[in-house]
Protein backbone atom coordinates (compact mmCIF):
# COMPACT_ATOMS: atom_id res chain seq x y z
CA UNK A 1 0.00 0.00 0.00
CA UNK A 2 1.15 3.54 -1.19
CA UNK A 3 2.33 5.55 1.80
CA UNK A 4 -0.02 8.54 2.26
CA UNK A 5 1.47 11.78 2.17
CA UNK A 6 -0.08 14.34 4.62
CA UNK A 7 -1.56 17.50 2.65
CA UNK A 8 -0.61 19.93 5.51
CA UNK A 9 3.37 17.98 5.70
CA UNK A 10 3.13 19.20 1.77
CA UNK A 11 1.58 22.81 2.77
CA UNK A 12 3.93 23.36 5.44
CA UNK A 13 6.87 22.96 2.47
CA UNK A 14 4.87 25.07 0.00
CA UNK A 15 4.74 27.67 2.93
CA UNK A 16 8.39 27.65 3.65
CA UNK A 17 9.25 27.83 0.09
CA UNK A 18 6.94 31.12 -0.19
CA UNK A 19 8.97 32.88 2.21
CA UNK A 20 11.82 33.08 -0.18
CA UNK A 21 10.51 35.22 -3.57
CA UNK A 22 13.24 34.81 -5.35
CA UNK A 23 14.11 31.22 -4.73
CA UNK A 24 15.65 28.86 -1.94
CA UNK A 25 17.72 25.64 -2.41
CA UNK A 26 16.88 22.85 -0.55
CA UNK A 27 18.97 23.77 2.47
CA UNK A 28 17.59 26.84 2.87
CA UNK A 29 13.76 25.43 3.15
CA UNK A 30 15.92 22.48 5.63
CA UNK A 31 16.48 25.67 7.80
CA UNK A 32 13.20 27.31 7.70
CA UNK A 33 11.09 24.15 8.53
CA UNK A 34 14.30 23.79 11.30
CA UNK A 35 14.94 19.63 10.51
CA UNK A 36 11.11 18.44 10.43
CA UNK A 37 12.13 16.73 7.76
CA UNK A 38 15.35 14.55 6.83
CA UNK A 39 16.77 15.78 3.73
CA UNK A 40 15.84 13.06 0.66
CA UNK A 41 12.02 13.28 2.38
CA UNK A 42 12.44 16.70 1.58
CA UNK A 43 13.36 16.09 -1.83
CA UNK A 44 10.80 14.34 -2.56
CA UNK A 45 8.43 16.51 -0.83
CA UNK A 46 9.23 18.88 -3.24
CA UNK A 47 9.64 16.89 -6.25
CA UNK A 48 5.71 16.00 -6.03
CA UNK A 49 4.97 19.66 -5.19
CA UNK A 50 6.87 20.49 -8.69
CA UNK A 51 5.10 17.45 -10.54
CA UNK A 52 1.55 19.02 -8.83
CA UNK A 53 2.35 22.22 -10.01
CA UNK A 54 2.56 23.88 -6.82
CA UNK A 55 5.99 24.84 -7.11
CA UNK A 56 8.72 25.79 -9.84
CA UNK A 57 12.30 24.45 -10.09
CA UNK A 58 14.87 25.99 -11.80
CA UNK A 59 18.24 25.73 -11.67
CA UNK A 60 20.44 22.06 -11.89
CA UNK A 61 22.43 20.03 -9.40
CA UNK A 62 23.06 22.79 -6.29
CA UNK A 63 22.29 25.13 -7.99
CA UNK A 64 18.54 24.40 -8.32
CA UNK A 65 16.21 26.70 -6.70
CA UNK A 66 12.39 26.06 -6.27
CA UNK A 67 9.62 29.07 -6.33
CA UNK A 68 6.22 29.24 -5.12
CA UNK A 69 3.92 31.26 -7.63
CA UNK A 70 2.67 34.52 -6.65
CA UNK A 71 -1.51 34.38 -6.77
CA UNK A 72 -3.20 35.63 -9.69
CA UNK A 73 -4.80 38.74 -9.95
CA UNK A 74 -8.22 39.15 -9.58
CA UNK A 75 -7.78 42.41 -11.67
CA UNK A 76 -8.23 42.68 -15.29
CA UNK A 77 -5.83 44.82 -17.50
CA UNK A 78 -1.92 44.85 -17.03
CA UNK A 79 -0.68 44.16 -13.47
CA UNK A 80 2.58 45.13 -11.97
CA UNK A 81 3.58 43.03 -9.08
CA UNK A 82 6.59 42.76 -6.78
CA UNK A 83 9.55 42.32 -9.20
CA UNK A 84 7.70 41.61 -12.46
CA UNK A 85 7.47 43.55 -15.10
CA UNK A 86 4.42 45.66 -16.45
CA UNK A 87 2.21 43.60 -18.27
CA UNK A 88 -0.27 43.76 -21.48
CA UNK A 89 -3.69 41.92 -21.12
CA UNK A 90 -2.21 39.04 -22.73
CA UNK A 91 0.68 38.60 -21.35
CA UNK A 92 -1.35 38.77 -17.99
CA UNK A 93 -3.81 36.15 -19.28
CA UNK A 94 -0.86 33.97 -20.22
CA UNK A 95 0.54 34.14 -17.02
CA UNK A 96 -2.67 32.63 -15.26
CA UNK A 97 -3.10 30.17 -17.68
CA UNK A 98 0.69 28.86 -17.58
CA UNK A 99 -0.48 28.83 -13.48
CA UNK A 100 -3.15 26.18 -13.54
CA UNK A 101 -1.81 23.23 -11.76
CA UNK A 102 0.28 21.42 -13.49
CA UNK A 103 -2.48 18.24 -13.42
CA UNK A 104 -4.96 20.79 -14.93
CA UNK A 105 -2.50 21.83 -18.12
CA UNK A 106 -2.98 19.26 -20.95
CA UNK A 107 0.38 17.36 -22.46
CA UNK A 108 1.79 18.91 -25.64
CA UNK A 109 4.45 17.87 -27.78
CA UNK A 110 6.41 20.52 -30.66
CA UNK A 111 4.51 22.10 -32.96
CA UNK A 112 6.82 22.38 -36.03
CA UNK A 113 4.41 24.75 -37.47
CA UNK A 114 4.54 27.86 -35.04
CA UNK A 115 7.92 28.30 -36.57
CA UNK A 116 7.23 27.36 -39.86
CA UNK A 117 4.26 30.06 -40.60
CA UNK A 118 6.87 32.85 -39.40
CA UNK A 119 7.36 34.76 -42.68
CA UNK A 120 10.48 36.57 -41.76
CA UNK A 121 10.02 40.76 -42.40
CA UNK A 122 5.95 39.57 -43.04
CA UNK A 123 5.47 38.04 -39.81
CA UNK A 124 6.36 40.36 -36.62
CA UNK A 125 6.50 39.12 -32.95
CA UNK A 126 7.11 43.24 -32.10
CA UNK A 127 4.81 45.68 -33.14
CA UNK A 128 6.43 48.55 -35.21
CA UNK A 129 6.03 50.95 -32.44
CA UNK A 130 7.77 48.73 -30.38
CA UNK A 131 10.77 48.08 -32.62
CA UNK A 132 10.85 52.36 -33.16
CA UNK A 133 10.63 52.52 -29.08
CA UNK A 134 13.43 49.70 -28.81
CA UNK A 135 15.58 51.36 -31.58
CA UNK A 136 15.39 54.64 -30.35
CA UNK A 137 16.23 53.86 -26.54
CA UNK A 138 19.41 51.19 -28.10
CA UNK A 139 21.17 53.55 -30.59
CA UNK A 140 24.72 54.96 -29.64
CA UNK A 141 26.72 57.17 -31.24
CA UNK A 142 28.54 54.29 -31.97
CA UNK A 143 25.74 53.60 -34.68
CA UNK A 144 27.78 54.03 -38.26
CA UNK A 145 30.85 52.55 -36.98
CA UNK A 146 32.27 49.46 -37.05
CA UNK A 147 30.57 46.02 -35.95
CA UNK A 148 31.22 45.79 -31.92
CA UNK A 149 32.40 48.89 -31.61
CA UNK A 150 29.91 50.11 -28.69
CA UNK A 151 29.89 46.82 -27.05
CA UNK A 152 34.08 46.83 -26.71
CA UNK A 153 33.53 49.86 -25.01
CA UNK A 154 31.08 49.07 -22.46
CA UNK A 155 32.59 45.49 -22.52
CA UNK A 156 33.85 45.21 -18.66
CA UNK A 157 30.38 46.63 -17.48
CA UNK A 158 28.92 44.20 -19.75
CA UNK A 159 30.94 41.43 -19.42
CA UNK A 160 30.01 41.30 -15.62
CA UNK A 161 25.92 42.25 -16.10
CA UNK A 162 25.07 39.47 -18.41
CA UNK A 163 27.20 37.39 -17.39
CA UNK A 164 25.59 37.51 -13.77
CA UNK A 165 22.02 38.32 -14.81
CA UNK A 166 22.18 35.20 -17.25
CA UNK A 167 23.58 32.73 -14.63
CA UNK A 168 21.00 34.35 -11.95
CA UNK A 169 18.34 32.95 -14.33
CA UNK A 170 19.77 29.97 -13.72
CA UNK A 171 19.39 29.81 -10.17
CA UNK A 172 23.32 30.93 -9.22
CA UNK A 173 23.60 31.87 -6.20
CA UNK A 174 26.63 34.17 -7.04
CA UNK A 175 25.79 38.08 -6.29
CA UNK A 176 27.23 40.69 -8.38
CA UNK A 177 30.05 41.77 -6.56
CA UNK A 178 31.26 38.40 -6.24
CA UNK A 179 30.70 37.54 -10.00
CA UNK A 180 33.08 41.27 -10.37
CA UNK A 181 35.99 39.77 -8.14
CA UNK A 182 35.51 35.85 -9.95
CA UNK A 183 36.07 38.13 -13.36
CA UNK A 184 38.29 40.27 -12.55
CA UNK A 185 40.71 38.55 -10.55
CA UNK A 186 39.68 34.99 -11.04
CA UNK A 187 38.74 34.27 -7.02
CA UNK A 188 35.89 32.40 -6.56
CA UNK A 189 33.39 32.99 -3.55
CA UNK A 190 33.49 30.87 -0.95
CA UNK A 191 30.90 28.14 -0.10
CA UNK A 192 29.43 28.38 -3.90
CA UNK A 193 29.76 25.23 -5.49
CA UNK A 194 31.71 24.57 -8.25
CA UNK A 195 29.37 24.61 -10.94
CA UNK A 196 28.11 28.22 -10.17
CA UNK A 197 31.79 29.09 -10.92
CA UNK A 198 31.80 27.19 -13.85
CA UNK A 199 28.99 28.96 -15.27
CA UNK A 200 29.83 32.22 -14.85
CA UNK A 201 33.13 31.50 -16.63
CA UNK A 202 31.70 29.99 -19.14
CA UNK A 203 29.27 33.25 -19.78
CA UNK A 204 32.41 34.50 -19.88
CA UNK A 205 34.11 33.04 -22.51
CA UNK A 206 31.15 33.41 -24.66
CA UNK A 207 30.56 36.58 -24.26
CA UNK A 208 34.44 37.49 -25.67
CA UNK A 209 33.46 35.48 -28.61
CA UNK A 210 30.16 37.52 -29.42
CA UNK A 211 32.37 40.72 -28.92
CA UNK A 212 35.63 39.74 -30.46
CA UNK A 213 34.19 38.29 -33.56
CA UNK A 214 31.64 40.94 -33.84
CA UNK A 215 32.12 41.26 -37.52
CA UNK A 216 31.64 37.89 -38.45
CA UNK A 217 29.33 36.66 -36.00
CA UNK A 218 25.56 35.64 -37.10
CA UNK A 219 22.96 33.10 -36.67
CA UNK A 220 24.91 30.23 -38.21
CA UNK A 221 25.91 26.89 -37.25
CA UNK A 222 29.75 28.09 -36.06
CA UNK A 223 28.48 30.68 -33.64
CA UNK A 224 25.25 28.85 -31.97
CA UNK A 225 27.57 25.55 -31.86
CA UNK A 226 30.00 26.83 -30.12
CA UNK A 227 28.28 29.27 -28.07
CA UNK A 228 26.65 26.39 -26.65
CA UNK A 229 29.84 24.38 -25.91
CA UNK A 230 31.72 27.35 -24.45
CA UNK A 231 28.11 27.86 -22.38
CA UNK A 232 28.07 24.19 -21.71
CA UNK A 233 31.45 23.45 -20.84
CA UNK A 234 32.48 21.23 -18.32
CA UNK A 235 28.73 21.01 -17.19
CA UNK A 236 27.35 18.41 -19.08
CA UNK A 237 27.62 14.75 -18.05
CA UNK A 238 28.33 14.05 -21.33
CA UNK A 239 31.20 16.12 -22.17
CA UNK A 240 30.69 14.81 -26.22
CA UNK A 241 27.36 16.58 -26.20
CA UNK A 242 29.14 20.08 -25.73
CA UNK A 243 28.65 22.20 -29.31
CA UNK A 244 26.31 19.16 -30.48
CA UNK A 245 22.64 19.01 -31.63
CA UNK A 246 21.22 16.28 -29.26
CA UNK A 247 20.33 12.72 -30.50
CA UNK A 248 18.50 12.01 -26.91
CA UNK A 249 15.43 12.43 -25.42
CA UNK A 250 15.01 15.60 -22.77
CA UNK A 251 12.71 16.46 -20.45
CA UNK A 252 11.96 20.16 -18.92
CA UNK A 253 10.82 19.84 -15.10
CA UNK A 254 7.57 21.41 -14.01
CA UNK A 255 6.08 21.48 -17.14
CA UNK A 256 3.82 19.49 -19.74
CA UNK A 257 5.97 19.96 -22.29
CA UNK A 258 7.81 17.59 -24.82
CA UNK A 259 10.46 18.63 -27.33
CA UNK A 260 11.03 16.77 -29.91
CA UNK A 261 12.55 13.43 -30.09
CA UNK A 262 13.56 12.31 -33.55
CA UNK A 263 17.07 13.78 -34.34
CA UNK A 264 16.36 14.48 -38.14
CA UNK A 265 13.69 16.64 -37.00
CA UNK A 266 15.68 18.65 -34.66
CA UNK A 267 18.50 18.88 -37.09
CA UNK A 268 15.79 20.67 -40.06
CA UNK A 269 14.02 22.61 -37.53
CA UNK A 270 17.44 24.10 -35.65
CA UNK A 271 18.50 25.10 -39.68
CA UNK A 272 14.97 26.64 -40.18
CA UNK A 273 15.18 28.44 -37.03
CA UNK A 274 18.88 30.14 -38.21
CA UNK A 275 17.63 30.60 -41.63
CA UNK A 276 14.87 32.33 -40.56
CA UNK A 277 16.81 34.50 -38.21
CA UNK A 278 19.66 35.38 -40.53
CA UNK A 279 17.43 37.35 -42.94
CA UNK A 280 15.10 39.12 -40.29
CA UNK A 281 16.29 42.66 -41.14
CA UNK A 282 15.23 43.98 -37.73
CA UNK A 283 17.84 43.36 -34.94
CA UNK A 284 15.63 43.98 -32.21
CA UNK A 285 12.84 41.04 -33.98
CA UNK A 286 15.95 39.37 -35.00
CA UNK A 287 16.89 39.08 -30.91
CA UNK A 288 13.21 38.10 -29.50
CA UNK A 289 12.61 35.43 -32.43
CA UNK A 290 15.36 33.34 -31.59
CA UNK A 291 14.45 33.96 -27.59
CA UNK A 292 11.35 32.40 -28.45
CA UNK A 293 12.66 29.48 -31.13
CA UNK A 294 15.91 27.92 -29.97
CA UNK A 295 15.00 26.91 -26.30
CA UNK A 296 11.30 25.97 -27.84
CA UNK A 297 13.20 23.51 -30.01
CA UNK A 298 15.63 22.69 -26.78
CA UNK A 299 17.79 21.38 -29.77
CA UNK A 300 20.90 20.92 -27.01
CA UNK A 301 20.97 18.56 -24.07
CA UNK A 302 21.06 21.33 -21.72
CA UNK A 303 21.98 25.05 -21.71
CA UNK A 304 19.43 26.19 -24.35
CA UNK A 305 17.99 28.98 -22.61
CA UNK A 306 21.34 30.21 -21.90
CA UNK A 307 22.60 30.29 -25.69
CA UNK A 308 19.27 31.95 -26.60
CA UNK A 309 19.61 34.92 -24.25
CA UNK A 310 23.48 35.41 -25.54
CA UNK A 311 22.23 34.84 -29.01
CA UNK A 312 19.76 37.26 -28.47
CA UNK A 313 22.63 39.63 -28.65
CA UNK A 314 24.28 39.09 -31.81
CA UNK A 315 22.14 41.59 -33.37
CA UNK A 316 22.32 44.13 -31.15
CA UNK A 317 26.06 44.01 -30.86
CA UNK A 318 27.07 43.64 -34.63
CA UNK A 319 24.68 46.83 -35.13
CA UNK A 320 26.40 48.99 -32.30
CA UNK A 321 23.03 48.91 -30.09
CA UNK A 322 22.94 48.84 -26.25
CA UNK A 323 22.76 45.11 -25.65
CA UNK A 324 20.38 43.33 -23.62
CA UNK A 325 21.97 42.28 -20.15
CA UNK A 326 19.12 41.29 -18.86
CA UNK A 327 19.40 43.76 -15.57
CA UNK A 328 16.58 43.11 -12.80
CA UNK A 329 14.76 40.51 -14.62
CA UNK A 330 13.21 38.31 -12.05
CA UNK A 331 13.81 34.82 -12.52
CA UNK A 332 10.00 34.00 -11.88
CA UNK A 333 8.51 36.30 -14.72
CA UNK A 334 11.00 34.85 -17.36
CA UNK A 335 10.32 31.18 -16.12
CA UNK A 336 6.36 31.60 -16.43
CA UNK A 337 7.20 33.51 -20.44
CA UNK A 338 9.32 30.69 -21.61
CA UNK A 339 6.52 27.74 -19.81
CA UNK A 340 3.96 30.03 -21.87
CA UNK A 341 5.77 29.46 -25.10
CA UNK A 342 6.53 25.51 -24.48
CA UNK A 343 3.23 25.13 -23.74
CA UNK A 344 0.94 27.22 -25.39
CA UNK A 345 2.80 28.97 -27.97
CA UNK A 346 2.30 32.29 -27.04
CA UNK A 347 4.62 34.90 -26.72
CA UNK A 348 2.93 37.76 -25.26
CA UNK A 349 4.31 36.84 -21.64
CA UNK A 350 8.16 36.42 -23.13
CA UNK A 351 7.60 39.87 -25.49
CA UNK A 352 6.50 41.99 -21.92
CA UNK A 353 9.82 40.71 -20.03
CA UNK A 354 12.32 41.15 -23.16
CA UNK A 355 10.83 44.73 -23.31
CA UNK A 356 11.30 45.52 -19.87
CA UNK A 357 14.54 43.78 -19.87
CA UNK A 358 15.61 46.03 -22.75
CA UNK A 359 14.48 49.32 -21.35
CA UNK A 360 16.03 48.28 -18.01
CA UNK A 361 19.14 46.90 -19.88
CA UNK A 362 19.49 50.25 -21.80
CA UNK A 363 19.48 52.55 -18.51
CA UNK A 364 22.57 50.31 -17.30
CA UNK A 365 24.84 52.45 -19.81
CA UNK A 366 25.68 55.60 -19.81
CA UNK A 367 26.28 55.74 -23.55
CA UNK A 368 22.36 55.97 -24.58
CA UNK A 369 21.38 58.39 -26.29
CA UNK A 370 17.73 58.98 -24.79
CA UNK A 371 16.61 58.93 -21.30
CA UNK A 372 14.36 56.46 -20.14
CA UNK A 373 12.25 59.27 -18.28
CA UNK A 374 11.49 58.91 -14.44
CA UNK A 375 14.10 58.04 -11.80
CA UNK A 376 13.98 54.09 -10.04
CA UNK A 377 10.90 54.65 -7.51
CA UNK A 378 13.34 51.85 -5.71
CA UNK A 379 16.17 53.49 -5.65
CA UNK A 380 14.38 56.84 -4.77
CA UNK A 381 12.47 54.76 -1.44
CA UNK A 382 15.57 53.75 -0.30
CA UNK A 383 18.12 56.40 -1.30
CA UNK A 384 19.07 57.25 2.57
CA UNK A 385 19.90 53.13 2.92
CA UNK A 386 21.54 53.20 0.27
CA UNK A 387 24.32 56.19 0.82
CA UNK A 388 24.35 54.76 4.32
CA UNK A 389 25.34 51.55 3.04
CA UNK A 390 27.68 52.86 0.69
CA UNK A 391 29.21 54.77 3.14
CA UNK A 392 29.95 52.36 5.78
CA UNK A 393 31.99 50.34 3.14
CA UNK A 394 33.99 52.81 1.92
CA UNK A 395 34.85 54.18 5.33
CA UNK A 396 35.37 50.95 6.99
CA UNK A 397 37.77 50.64 4.04
CA UNK A 398 35.77 46.76 3.05
CA UNK A 399 37.08 44.70 0.26
CA UNK A 400 34.61 43.00 -1.79
CA UNK A 401 34.25 40.08 -0.07
CA UNK A 402 34.52 41.87 3.02
CA UNK A 403 31.72 44.54 1.58
CA UNK A 404 29.47 41.44 -0.13
CA UNK A 405 28.70 40.69 3.80
CA UNK A 406 28.25 43.96 4.84
CA UNK A 407 25.39 44.63 2.73
CA UNK A 408 23.61 41.41 2.52
CA UNK A 409 23.23 41.28 6.70
CA UNK A 410 22.19 45.01 6.55
CA UNK A 411 19.75 44.58 3.86
CA UNK A 412 17.85 41.70 6.34
CA UNK A 413 17.53 44.68 8.45
CA UNK A 414 16.07 47.42 6.05
CA UNK A 415 14.07 45.93 3.40
CA UNK A 416 10.98 43.40 3.03
CA UNK A 417 12.61 39.91 2.39
CA UNK A 418 11.48 39.77 -0.88
CA UNK A 419 13.32 42.82 -1.88
CA UNK A 420 16.67 41.57 -0.70
CA UNK A 421 17.90 40.72 -3.72
CA UNK A 422 17.39 43.96 -5.45
CA UNK A 423 18.02 46.08 -2.62
CA UNK A 424 21.83 44.20 -2.61
CA UNK A 425 22.44 44.60 -6.19
CA UNK A 426 21.54 48.30 -6.26
CA UNK A 427 23.78 48.62 -3.60
CA UNK A 428 26.47 46.34 -4.78
CA UNK A 429 25.81 48.71 -8.72
CA UNK A 430 26.37 51.70 -6.34
CA UNK A 431 29.91 50.55 -5.06
CA UNK A 432 30.84 49.83 -8.37
CA UNK A 433 30.43 52.72 -10.01
CA UNK A 434 31.86 54.84 -7.32
CA UNK A 435 34.37 57.45 -8.54
CA UNK A 436 35.85 60.79 -7.60
CA UNK A 437 33.42 62.74 -9.45
CA UNK A 438 30.14 61.15 -7.23
CA UNK A 439 31.80 60.32 -3.72
CA UNK A 440 30.13 64.01 -2.21
CA UNK A 441 26.80 61.98 -2.64
CA UNK A 442 27.85 59.63 0.11
CA UNK A 443 29.63 61.57 2.64
CA UNK A 444 33.04 60.35 1.32
CA UNK A 445 35.88 62.35 1.87
CA UNK A 446 38.95 62.27 -1.26
CA UNK A 447 41.07 60.42 1.37
CA UNK A 448 38.58 58.40 2.82
CA UNK A 449 37.91 57.47 -0.96
CA UNK A 450 41.46 56.45 -2.35
CA UNK A 451 42.24 54.71 1.05
CA UNK A 452 39.11 52.33 0.34
CA UNK A 453 39.78 52.09 -3.48
CA UNK A 454 43.56 50.32 -2.59
CA UNK A 455 42.05 47.76 -0.72
CA UNK A 456 39.12 47.31 -2.85
CA UNK A 457 41.56 46.54 -5.74
Known amino acids: ?81 DFYPLLSAEGELARRAIRAPLQQRQPVGYHRDFLETYRPNETFYLPADVRDHLMDIGRSVQADRTAGT ?35 VGVAAEGKDALETQMILNHKAAIELLVEQAEETGFNRYIILNLHAL ?59 VMVQLPYLQPFEDVNKRVSRLAANIPLIRENLSPLSFVDVPEQAYVEAMLAV ?34 DAFRLRYRTDIARIVHAVVTGRKNKKEATALIREAAKDTVHTNEVIRFVEVVETELMGLHEGNIARYRVRPTEYQQWKQNWK
Open 342 to 375: YELNRIALLRDVFIWAYERSCARYSAVRKSLGEP
Open 150 to 184: YARKVFNRLLIDLSWNSSRLEGNTYSLLETERLLE
Open 231 to 289: LAENLLADSQACGRLRATPVGIGGTVYHPLEVPQQIEECFEQILQTASVISNPFEQAFF
Open 1 to 81: MPLQISPNELNTVTEAVKGFPAGASVDQIMLALNGALPRRTLQRRLALLVEQGHLFRVGRGRATRYLAPSPPSDESGPVVA
